[in-house]
């Protein structure tokens, strides 16, 4: 069965520095996607950025990267120049090609302070 | 602009007393969502729509039930709520298996 883990319940970061959260996922599939969603307090769930399996190029948004390590099954994000408006919940997900539905994890409260 | 919107934001119901839950969608994606989310954790989810053909997952309890009577919304309906049932409900739309989008949610408070 799939899982995704995030070892890091909550995170603080100073505001303007840079920050790295974590995630590993467990999977004998080939083709998946991996995501970060981030949960403001408003509670909107919104997609930061995603990554396809087969793309060994990491993906980028912004001030927003990722760090895809397919051999070690590992995901994790990293906020540059981080602002007092990233404070959020931020969820790893998982989902195959062949599913529609999406596997996340436990997710990491992301605090900024100013 | 909204494309995934739920009302409403608050509910508030009575131990016993059914209520629903709806989620409506300007995408035309074909799937579609509902996540039940308690606090501080990751969403949990009921069920899902592919068209029309209903998944419920297998730990759904069966006071919860869901209709799409087309594609543009869905409802979720709780028939006798329970105080374990107050929850953020998070409703989302994607096509196919790609992006899902979520609606702001609805808050359901068990009185």
């Known amino acids: 069965a799939q899982t995704v883990t995030q070892s890091q319940p909550e995170m603080s970061v100073q505001e303007a520095e840079t920050v790295t959260l974590s995630c590993t996922y467990d999977t004998s599939e080939s083709d998946y996607y991996l995501f970060w969603y981030k949960q403001p307090p408003s509670r909107q769930m919104i997609l930061v950025i995603r990554q396809e399996a087969y793309k060994q190029q990491n993906a980028t948004e912004n001030r927003f990267s990722v760090n895809f390590q397919k051999a070690a099954k590992s995901f994790s994000l990293k906020i540059s120049d981080s602002q007092l408006g990233d404070a959020a919940m931020y969820f790893c997900a998982y989902r195959t090609n062949r599913d529609d539905k999406i596997i996340f994890g436990k997710g990491t409260r992301l605090h900024i302070l100013p | 602009d909204a494309m995934v919107i739920q009302n409403p934001r608050y509910q508030v119901t009575q131990f016993g007393k059914p209520v629903t839950l709806s989620c409506s969608q300007t995408l035309n994606h074909n799937v579609m969502y509902w996540y039940q989310q308690k606090s501080s954790q990751a969403p949990k989810l009921l069920f899902h729509?592919?068209?029309?053909?209903?998944?419920n997952e297998a730990d759904t309890p069966d006071n919860f039930q869901s209709r799409r009577p087309n594609t543009s919304f869905c409802f979720l309906d709780i028939r006798s709520p329970g105080l374990g049932d107050a929850a953020m409900y998070l409703c989302a739309a994607s096509s196919g298996r790609n992006i899902q989008y979520f609606g702001a949610g609805t808050r359901l408070s068990v009185l």
């Open positions: 729509y592919y068209d029309k053909d209903f998944n």
